[in-house]
């Protein structure tokens, strides 16, 4: 099993070190990640630019790794048709420090690496955590290793996309794993400006920031008591498919770590 693992927030964030040493055992690993912080980037690619890649220090023995002068997507295309062009098995990106959840989706470079992952037919995970917690979580690395482990299964089809959010471990330990879909939420943006001129961007869900009531089963609702979120996605559309059967394997693999 050849796996690729990315992030948005570079090669060196710890948060890629904690990733390769919950899914080494699964696999022969390589790293392919950006030099430097990506994130917010979504799925964009370096259009009309020359990406460099550098073989770069690993952390982790056994494990090469690659930097690339670009975007999450583009560390993914240069993985697959470059890098590791005798072949990619699976991609897995993150960890994030921070969750992308509901339409953080469509901003996150994490996201934006597994959604390349799936368009080129290569089945993926993202994995994301709150910002405040500890990348080495023990308990997060073992519920990693399980949800991958039904990633790598042969029963899971190529181009199958899945986003997985940790709880925070700041309250009270991790109560469980199951399905939730994205939840529904405006984005809320924040000028704020610079000593240049210019601006710096922010932004925020809007259901988060206003406090407004939770949907039952959603992502951001599932954190909020503690449990695992994991979401399956059809790559083309990212509608979320609740039936999906590794999706079932994944929750039933992450509620048998967790106890």
């Known amino acids: 099993m050849k796996i690729l693992v990315t992030n948005d927030d570079g090669f060196e964030n710890p948060g890629i070190w ?11 690993v ?3 990640a950006p ?3 990506q994130s917010g980037i979504g799925t964009a690619i370096s259009f009309r630019r020359s990406v460099k890649v550098v073989k770069a220090l690993s952390r982790v023995d056994g494990v090469d790794c690659y930097s690339v002068s670009g975007t999450p997507a583009d560390s993914v295309i240069l993985g697959i048709e470059s890098i590791m062009s005798d072949g990619v098995d699976a991609v897995v990106s993150g960890i994030n420090p921070g969750f992308n959840t509901s339409r953080n989706l469509f901003i996150s ?6 959604i390349q992952a799936s368009a080129k037919g290569v089945k993926t995970c993202a994995f994301s955590m709150d910002h405040d917690d500890d990348i080495d979580d023990q308990s997060v690395g073992k519920i990693i290793t399980a949800i991958s482990g ?6 899971t089809p190529q181009g199958a996309l899945f986003n997985v959010n940790f ?36 932004s925020g869900l ?26 399956a ?15 079932l394997r994944m929750i039933d693999a992450a509620n048998r770590v967790i106890g």
């Open 18 to 28: 904690a990733l390769v040493n919950a899914i080494k055992e699964l696999g022969d």
């Open 30 to 32: 390589t790293v392919v």
């Open 109 to 114: 470079g994490t996201m934006g690496a597994a």
């Open 150 to 155: 039904e990633l790598m299964d042969s029963a």
């Open 233 to 247: 996605l059809d790559g083309p559309t990212l509608t979320h498919q609740p039936n999906d059967p590794t999706l």
């Open 35 to 37: 030099a430097d912080n």
């Open 167 to 202: 709880p925070s471990l700041s309250t009270e330990a991790i109560q469980g794993a199951e399905g939730a879909v994205p939840a529904p939420s405006e984005f809320k943006s924040f000028l704020e400006p610079q000593s240049d001129g210019g601006y710096e961007i922010f």
């Open 206 to 231: 809007k259901l988060v920031i206003d406090g407004l009531p939770l949907t039952p089963g959603t992502d951001v609702e599932v954190l909020t008591r503690n449990r695992v979120a994991v979401s």
